[in-house]
């Protein structure tokens, strides 16, 4: 058994009209037990940065704490928040530093950059950056989550209409996967505000 | 061979280390820097040398911040600073990653002052020439705190204080005004204080401000304010004084 698939996740982001939204389920399992149904996937570097961690648990949240550790530094001493682009970079450097020992990890980013232009990106577990226009997806339901994205999406929604596109996609493909799923864990990031919600779908 | 185990701070016949007291002198030279500690809020003020008319003041920044609830400033060499503050920035941050709890102020100025110390005991390098003064609430009790350190590696806390040129009489001056304060008052003390030593004006001060919700620089205009503020009342004691000696 695949050491991805110990725990079990489901990650989404899309891009919309000057927004985008990043969703995650709410499964952490060991194998085929339920361990908790509100494990927390989606992490906030700053106002407008999100990193979703799929893959095994362990290294989701020791990863986030060494990013958080980086991004404070970063913090201090240009007085600013990092770029979602440069921040994507520094995921893909610290994740390749560990190429041969890596962490079973898969990160999706997702921000909002220079003039709140939205930006999200995926790569593999040694950093390898998959940049898209439209959406990225990761996790053990990640075949059925390409499905249900590239059938849902239209470019340029806004926030409203992307929460419903989003949290569909998310519930009908997490239903087709029995490692993640108990519900799901959306945010909405607008230039303006941060909408969290949680969604309940089949709770199994 | 050349070893770098040639030390360059050792005692001399009379136990003075030469070389950390040559540091002191140089933290002597540097710019005046007071603290004050007030019941809800901590002031850092610094004197900014008048400004070189080509250069970008706002990129020489004095009164730095080493975490969200801490923030230093010092007296001496800048460079040495900047080598200073990164390393006790990382600290903060790995402080953070390893018992996931922020440091407390007293931790910081520890590590600070170890640091200062080791260059004092190393072979091949020379003490950093500066003195600091870190200022930061805890993050558990919300105790506000002021502590010094210097090139020796001593530290202490303080109700307030002062370094770098003529710290002397800029600490006579707390001594004697010292009194537990709060809020904009704790302010009006630190920027008279510095003005005891240096040119009235916003363009020669730089103030911050530290509380809970974390360190605040002072605009320019605030600055002035409050220097037309103290400088009023000063006018106005100094008529009393004369005012009631002509009436008798």
Known sequence: MSIFEYNGSALVAMVGKNCFAIASDRRLGVQLQTIATDFQRIFKIHDKLFLGLSGLGSDAQTLHQRLVFRHKLYQLREERDMKPETFASLVSAILYEKRFGPYFCQPVIAGLGEDDKPFICTMDSIGAKELAKDFVVAGTASESLYGACESMFKPDMDHEELFETVSQALLSSVDRDCLSGWGGHVYVVTPTEVTERILKGRMD | ?248
Request: one cysteine or more; aromatic letters at 6%.
């Open chain 2, 1 to 248: 061979m050349a070893r770098y185990d040639r030390a360059i701070t050792v005692f001399s016949p009379d136990g003075h280390l030469f070389q950390v007291e040559y540091a002191l002198e140089a933290v002597r030279k540097g710019n005046a820097a007071v603290g004050v500690r007030g019941t809800d809020t901590i002031v850092l003020g610094v004197e900014k040398k008048s400004t070189v008319k080509l250069q970008d003041s706002r990129s020489v920044r004095k009164i730095v911040n080493l975490d969200d609830h801490i923030a230093l400033a010092c007296a001496g060499l800048k460079a040495d600073a900047r080598v200073l503050i990164n390393k006790a920035r990382i600290e903060c941050q790995s402080h953070r990653l390893t018992v996931e709890d922020p440091v407390t102020v007293e931790y910081i100025t520890r590590y600070i002052a170890g640091l200062q110390q080791k260059y004092t005991q190393s072979g091949g390098v020379r003490p950093f020439g500066l003195s600091t003064l870190i200022v930061g609430f805890d993050p558990y009790t919300g105790i506000p705190a002021l502590y010094q350190t210097d090139p020796s590696g001593t530290f202490s806390a303080w109700k307030a204080n002062a370094t770098g040129r003529n710290s002397n009489s800029m600490r006579e001056f707390l001594e004697k005004n010292y009194k537990e304060t709060s809020g904009q008052e704790t302010i009006k003390l630190a920027i008279r204080a510095l003005l005891e030593v240096v040119e009235s004006g916003g363009k020669n001060i730089e103030v911050a401000v530290m509380t809970k919700e974390g360190l605040r620089q002072l605009e320019e205009a605030e600055i002035d304010a409050v220097v037309a503020e103290i400088e009023a009342e000063k006018a106005a004691a100094e008529a009393a004084k004369k005012g009631p000696a002509k009436e008798t």
